[in-house]
């Protein structure tokens, strides 16, 4: 355990601009829960493909989560629970109960709808991260994948669940289309982890503070590391559990808006308009809370393609 006093609010101001604070998102899609967005965030837009991380609650709502059908294309999305319960429904005919330690993984591709339901009378505490497919992945036909256990590791400071791709020579059933990680490490003690030295990587806080390379990180925050490291220093003030990512950088100009990921403005009109207007390219499902979420207008400005790394 670490020495090094309580970590403050001041210490890890924006000045440490690897330090990528939460900003606190409404959505009128969720009911009656905090989302804290971690990614995209101002001055990085990515870490690997993955382009988008949300984190949830803990709420003690019952109802926290009731996310009506919508849309996605040309991505993953990753949902992850450390507490709670959620029914997944979907348009490629799923119907999935996620809890704790368990993966509900969707393939986008092409398209696909789906609705999220949280069940539990217990607090929601969850994060759901989208990967963005690369271009030969894209477009394919939708898929969803759910583990009920995932290969674990046991050393003497830490535990892990490997969650996608590799980790400690460990590697997730679960499929990916670029070189990226997602692990649950539960530290018992100050670890060094060594790292995949290709890959850029986060580091969130999932429920206390803790110190890495010496840098408070405080909980609900993500500390993004550059490629080219071999191994990170992480000092506790008791157990705790973080959530870590990674992935080769992922250079691919795209386009994301609302639940679209694409290349160009043209192809999120069509996007829109496919959702809009009912396509068969999303087949109906039927959820308890039979709501259909409509994608909003398309901006007046041209969605203009970005690689997404504009660090500050
Ligand atoms: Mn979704």
């Known amino acids: 355990m670490s020495n090094l006093g309580s970590v403050n609010e001041e210490a890890s101001s924006d000045l440490d601009r690897n330090i990528l604070a939460p900003r606190q998102v409404k959505l009128t899609t969720r009911s009656a829960i905090e989302i804290n967005r971690l990614l995209p965030h101002k ?4 870490i690997g493909a993955w382009v988008f991380f949300d984190h949830f609650g803990p709420t003690e709502q019952t109802t926290a989560m009731q996310v009506g059908a919508h849309p996605h294309t040309g991505l993953q999305t990753v949902s992850w629970l450390f507490s709670g319960k959620v029914l997944h429904h979907d348009s490629v005919g799923s119907k999935q109960i996620i809890e704790p330690s368990q993966l509900n993984l969707m393939t986008a591709g092409q398209g696909v709808a789906h609705s999220e339901m949280s069940l539990s009378t217990h607090q929601l505490h969850a994060i759901q991260l989208w990967t963005c497919l690369p271009e030969s992945h894209r477009n394919t036909k939708p898929t969803f994948e759910h583990f009920a256990e995932l290969p674990a590791i046991h050393s003497a400071n830490f535990d892990a669940k490997v969650i996608m791709g590799r980790f400690l020579n460990v590697t997730s059933p679960a499929t990916i289309y670029t070189p990226l990680v997602a692990v649950e490490i539960t530290l018992k003690d100050d670890a060094l982890l060594q790292l995949e030295e290709t890959y850029e990587h986060g580091i969130f806080a999932v429920e206390s503070d803790l110190f890495i390379d010496g840098h408070p990180l405080l909980t609900g925050h993500l500390y993004y590391l550059e490629a080219g490291r071999k191994s990170i220093k992480l000092e506790v003030l008791k157990p705790t559990t973080i959530f870590l990512i990674g992935g080769e950088p992922f250079t691919e100009p795209i386009v994301m808006w609302w639940n679209f990921i694409g290349r160009s403005h043209e192809e999120i009109t069509e996007m829109h308009s496919a959702w809009n207007s009912q396509s068969s390219l ?16 398309m901006p007046a400005v041209s969605l203009k393609p970005s690689t997404g790394y504009i660090r500050l």
């Open 282 to 297: 999303y087949p109906e499902f039927h959820d308890e809370l039979n709501l259909r979420i409509p994608a909003p207008p």
């Open 43 to 46: 001055g990085i837009r990515r």
